[in-house]
């Protein structure tokens, strides 16, 4: 079984300064992909960042990089310049490579102070 | 173009009723997935499709719970007899095809179902 642990369950950042997620899982797969998904008030749940297990090179798309940590089976999201668009539920996700669901963690929400 | 569609939007219902939520995916997309939403059990997996079949059900919390899609498309998810444990938010998603992680699953706005 898989398992995703989100620690913190809200996080509150100032407009242009930096915060970051913690993610931790569980999963005796070699190949996987973990993920961030964005969740707004819009409740439509929008990809923010994938990486694949066996690339060690961190992702990174624009203000979005993260942290993975393989052999702590870490995966953490920072994000930069902190804009008030960011402020959602932010979820972690993993998924087997060739398995077709993705298992979540609890989320945490982020909040953004002007 | 359009992304994944659903509806109705919200839902109230009564103990007991049945109810339908619709899912339209992204014109194309041959993989289709249901997730459910609820506070106390997070999000979690329901089924997924390719095409019109579905491998795996195993994320259905029960028999009262049931889904099929039809011409590859549109899909329905149908929950019989509700208790108020289903309320939740079901959430729906689709990708271009079955690809594990390297598919990205596009989500639509989600069903808000409630059961009083």
């Known amino acids: 079984a898989q398992t995703v642990t989100q620690s913190q369950p809200e996080m509150s950042v100032q407009e242009a300064e930096t915060v970051t997620l913690s993610c931790t899982y569980d999963t005796s797969e070699s190949d996987y992909y973990l993920f961030w998904y964005k969740q707004p008030p819009s409740r439509q749940m929008i990809l923010v960042i994938r990486?694949?297990?066996?690339?060690?090179q961190n992702a990174t798309e624009n203000r979005f990089s993260v942290n993975f940590q393989k052999a702590a089976k870490s995966f953490s999201l920072k994000i930069s310049d902190s804009q008030l668009g960011d402020a959602a539920m932010y979820f972690c996700a993993l998924s087997k490579a060739a398995g077709n669901k993705l298992t979540f963690g609890g989320g945490t929400r982020v909040l953004v102070k002007p | 173009g359009a992304g994944v569609s659903q509806s109705p939007s919200n839902k109230v219902t009564e103990k007991g009723k049945d109810v339908e939520l619709r899912c339209d995916p992204i014109s194309g997309h041959t993989a289709l997935y249901w997730y459910r939403q609820s506070l106390g059990q997070g999000l979690e997996f329901l089924i997924y499709?390719?095409?019109?079949?579905?491998?795996?059900k195993s994320g259905l919390p029960s028999d009262r719970f049931s889904a099929e899609r039809t011409g590859g498309s549109v899909s329905t998810l149908t929950i019989q007899r509700t208790q108020q444990e289903d309320s939740a938010v079901y959430l729906c998603a689709s990708s271009p095809r079955l690809g594990g992680g390297r598919e990205t699953q596009y989500f639509g706005p989600g069903t808000r179902l409630l059961v009083l």
């Open positions: 990486q694949e297990a066996y690339k060690q």
């Open positions: 499709f390719q095409g019109n079949s579905a491998p795996d």
